[in-house]
């Protein structure tokens, strides 16, 4: 039973925009955290944004600091990710996440992943 559902993925050139959603409809597990994980090709999945439920804030890893932001909208049940001023090396698919186990903000500490949505910068 698939619980995430990505899309918004596409082809854009450098210096665009995307805005990456991930539908909960189907989810009822734990809220508590929530992020946006992506894996270039060839290279390990890496975490992009992490947002806290409890308070509404927000973590960014420091490559997409200030040009992506990650946000929860409880109405439409849809987890977004705002990705502005792309760069070739943004290239990835990106995954959404939820279920945090606690510890460390990696892949291992999140038991329930989407199937991914592909973005691709040329430059």
């Known amino acids: 039973q698939v619980q995430l559902v990505e899309s918004g993925g596409g082809s854009v050139q450098a210096g665009g925009s995307l805005r990456l959603s991930c539908a909960l409809s189907?989810?009822?597990?734990?809220?508590?955290?929530m992020a946006w994980f992506r894996q270039p090709p060839e290279k390990k999945r890496e975490g992009v944004a992490l947002f806290a439920t409890t308070d509404s804030s927000a973590a960014y890893a420091d490559s997409v600091k200030g040009r992506f932001t990650i946000s929860l909208d409880n109405a439409k049940n849809t987890l977004y990710l705002q990705m502005n001023n792309l760069k070739p090396e943004d290239t990835a698919m990106y995954y959404c996440?939820?279920?945090?186990?606690?510890?460390?903000?990696?892949?291992?500490?999140?038991?329930?992943w989407g199937q991914g949505t592909q973005v691709t910068v040329s430059s």
């Open positions: 189907g989810y009822t597990g734990s809220r508590n955290y």
């Open positions: 996440a939820a279920g945090y186990r606690g510890g460390l903000w990696t892949e291992g500490n999140f038991a329930t």
